[in-house]
């Protein structure tokens, strides 16, 4: 739920585009992906400052600290 939050209101933040266009491939490559497909795929088209850049290393680090099966749990939501 954390993370679904602070996805909606980076997404919010970096303006453009609808949550409804973002945020499914946002969540999905910040759950199975690296940081480099993260800028480099779904927020490629915005322009990212600093702080954004640290809060989404922050959320992935405590990601990728998570067993393969809160990971799996949470990218089947995103097929729900």
């Given amino acids: 739920a954390v993370a679904l939050l602070v996805t909606m209101v980076l997404c919010s933040s970096l303006g ?3 949550a409804h266009e973002i945020v499914p491939g946002f969540l999905q490559t910040l759950l199975e992906g ?9 927020i490629s088209q915005y322009e990212v400052d600093g702080l954004t850049r640290a809060a989404l290393a922050a959320l992935k680090e405590c ?3 998570l067993s393969p099966e809160h990971v799996k749990a949470l990218v089947n939501l995103l097929v729900i």
């Fill in 16 to 18: 453009g585009g609808s």
């Fill in 34 to 42: 690296s940081a480099e497909q993260l800028y480099a795929g779904p």
């Fill in 63 to 65: 990601i990728d600290g």
